[in-house]
């Protein structure tokens, strides 16, 4: 369609508004409610412009484009309006730009210097508004509102929790929660991006620095699988915040709570030094005699006799310097520490291409809870159920979920009555143009993963309900595609029997969890069985373990199974490669060598000191080895597409009735970062609260 804005011709799609029209031919039209990514509003009317032959200047966000159409966006007409329309905006708004955290980064304050008046004519009495408590995220100044409603619309079209609302009219207008509480959502971040105004800050970031003091390095997101693209300011050697980095095809341009405010726990309960556990304490150890000691244990003990575990959060070459040293010395046990019972061999059979959530318009989920282990990706469910009436059901138990779902049981019984087509959603499924099945990592850590696999191919094959190429994983760790891409094998119980030495690379705590559980029934059964658990016992990672299990000290504990400490770098402090759940290659950046007074090294660095059979001697080496595993690792943002092949059934293979668990049951404590986050810990302190009262009010 061919409209022409200030004399400038233009071709646009139908229905496109004059607003992007606009944008089209580079002209930045002003706006305070208008955003891309929520429905129009046009309550602000600061995007007034002036069409030939209309009566009066129109709001550009809500008009659209028609054929001929003639739009003036640089009249006096409008400059006038405009400068009305912003007089009346600062009817109410208090002058205190200098004490604003929004100050030098403001909308309005851009505004007011383009459009604004020298003077004002309003000589009566403010108005003031009481400020809300929307929880230990958001700070709130509600005076400064305008009324855009753009975190009204976020609350209820993308964080799918309608907290948030208009109460009152005209002069008493008043943006609340309608009752006293906080906003429950793992994005009410986001918030804060969006408010045009001071309204809503960050209560972490309050008064901390001003836009330009700071300095802001690329990275991204590896408290989950999602992968998202993030943007880290810091000011002097100290990280301040973390802001989202627009990737409409991965995170769009929001970001989850746990990314965005985790960052004081980069500082906290941080590992400074290696450490070795001796009969009362933590004996401090320097670089050259750890290493040595633990290099002796490596390559005295029997290879047969050595496990090596590797955390699937950790990045692709820190993996793939562990996989060359357990092949080096001759260590078959090797591991991640989960089971990952899922055939490795073509990548499609292990990722979930996010294309497919876009256009499901029937989807069964099968043991996860995206709102938790993969946020970011159960918005693009709640808007296909929102914008296309997209059906969802779910096998299994999900946490209030933010869009309507229809539950069909909770073990994988109720998965095979699915597939046999007992259940009157199988109809919806197979009219559906575009099903989707989603299992998540849950299902990998049960004995009967195998069983769950071939079952699924079975009765797809026969019932030929679902396309099998519809049939995707969820990851909920940030490199848990990585380790299947350099082909780790899962963990199994079996290797940790008869050890003398386990070397543990960043582990989950679940998985530490799982370790002193499994030390005290071999140490119970060993009166009967003379069975003994009792390894040496090596620890490398950033943070100090068990902060947040059942052993509370975190300064020292007898029964702690750990032996040897050697710290590690974080996220921030290295460059690293992870795949997201798509197979996507993405790297983080370092923006700083090392937090101070913190003597901590390189994961790969240490790892490629313990064997002098080992090759890699640089990171250029890590880096030109994991090319030749990962051909496409060079290419960054880039998804690792691979055939699919059939994947071999076996028939008469028994499958549990036991409930599907969930995987993540406090979705701010599941990093050791956010676990030693103050910030996280105030969260998780609230929504636990949150839910007691949730919970006394529904009985």
């Known amino acids: 369609m061919k409209v022409y804005i200030n004399n400038i011709e233009v071709e646009v799609a139908p229905n496109t508004t004059v607003l992007e029209a606009c944008s089209v031919v580079g002209i930045d039209v002003p706006r305070f409610c208008y955003h891309q990514e929520l429905s129009v509003a046009g309550n602000c009317r600061m995007c007034l412009v002036e069409i030939e032959k209309a009566p009066k200047p129109v709001a550009a966000c809500a008009m659209p484009v028609s054929p001929n159409m003639k739009v003036f966006t640089d009249t006096p007409l409008v400059k006038k309006a405009r400068e009305g329309v912003l007089e009346f905006l600062l009817l109410n708004h208090p002058l205190d730009c200098p004490i604003c955290d929004q100050g030098g980064e403001c909308d309005l304050q851009e505004q007011v210097m383009v459009y604004g008046s020298d003077r004002s004519r309003f000589y009566e009495v403010k108005r003031s508004v009481e400020d809300k408590n929307c929880g230990p995220l958001i700070k709130t100044i509600m005076t400064r509102c305008i009324h855009c409603t753009r975190c009204v619309r976020f609350a209820a079209e993308v964080a799918g929790v309608p907290d948030l609302g208009t109460t009152n009219r005209g002069q008493d207008t008043e943006i609340g929660t309608f009752i006293e509480k906080t906003i429950q959502t793992e994005l009410s971040g986001n918030l804060v991006d969006l408010c045009p105004v001071g309204a809503l800050t960050s209560k972490p970031y309050a008064f901390n620095a001003r836009p330009w003091e700071i300095r802001s390095v690329e990275s991204i997101d590896v408290f989950d699988g999602v992968g998202s693209n993030i943007r880290v300011d810091f000011k002097e050697a100290e990280i301040i915040r973390v802001l989202p980095r627009a990737n409409q095809e991965i995170n769009k341009e929001w970001i989850t709570d746990k990314v965005r405010f985790s960052y004081d726990g980069l500082k906290q309960q941080r590992l400074t030094q290696p450490l070795q556990k001796s009969a009362t304490t933590w004996e401090p150890l320097i670089w050259a005699d750890a290493i040595q000691q633990l290099s002796e244990k490596l390559n005295t003990s029997n290879p047969n006799k050595i496990g090596i575990v590797v955390g699937n959060s950790v990045d692709s070459e820190t993996a793939l310097s562990a996989k060359h040293l357990a092949s080096a010395l001759n260590i078959s046990k090797f591991s991640t520490d989960r089971m990952l019972n899922v055939d490795a061999d073509f990548s499609n059979a292990y990722s979930l291409a996010v294309n497919k959530i876009n256009e499901t318009d029937c989807c069964l989920l099968v043991g996860t809870d995206p709102r938790l282990e993969a946020s970011l990706l159960n918005l693009r469910l709640q808007q296909n159920n929102r914008r296309k009436n997209a059906k969802i059901f779910s096998i299994g138990g999900l946490s209030q979920a933010t869009f309507p779902i229809t539950y069909l049981g909770s ?83 079996e290797l940790l029997k008869d050890l003398d030495v386990l070397y543990l690379i960043q582990p989950s705590t679940a998985f530490l969890n799982y370790l002193n559980d499994y030390k005290l029934q071999i140490s119970e059964a060993s009166l009967i069985s003379n069975a003994e658990f009792n390894p040496f016992v090596v620890y490398q990672g950033h943070h100090f373990p068990f902060m947040n299990s059942h052993l509370k000290n975190c300064e020292f504990e007898r029964n702690i199974i750990v032996d040897l400490l050697l710290p590690g770098k974080t996220f921030v402090e290295k460059e690293g490669t992870f795949f997201n759940t798509e197979n996507r290659c993405q790297k983080t950046s370092q923006i700083f060598k090392s937090v101070s007074n913190i003597q901590n090294r390189e994961d790969w660095q240490i790892l490629q000191c313990l064997s002098e059979k080992t090759k890699l001697r640089s990171s250029a080496a890590v880096s030109h080895m994991l090319s030749a595993y990962v051909p496409n690792s060079a290419n960054v943002n880039q998804v690792v597409n691979c055939s699919l092949e059939p994947i071999t059934v076996f028939k008469g293979l028994k499958l549990y009735s036991t409930p599907l668990k969930p995987l993540i049951n406090d979705f701010y404590l599941t990093h050791p970062i956010s676990q030693a986050s103050t910030i996280m810990g105030k969260c998780s302190s609230a929504k636990r609260k949150w839910s007691h009262n949730y919970l006394v009010s529904s009985n």
Not at 416 to 445: Q, R
């Open 411 to 493: 073990t994988l019984k109720d998965f095979v009555n699915f597939l046999e087509g007992k259940h009157p959603v199988c109809v919806d499924f197979k009219k559906a143009k575009s099903p989707l099945i989603i299992y998540g990592t849950s299902l990998l850590d049960r004995v009967d993963t195998s069983q769950f696999q071939s079952t699924l191919l079975q009765f797809n094959d026969s019932v030929k309900m679902i396309p099998q190429n519809s049939i995707n994983l969820l990851h909920s760790d940030a490199n848990q595609v990585g380790h299947l891409n350099l082909g780790i094998p899962g963990f199994s119980p």
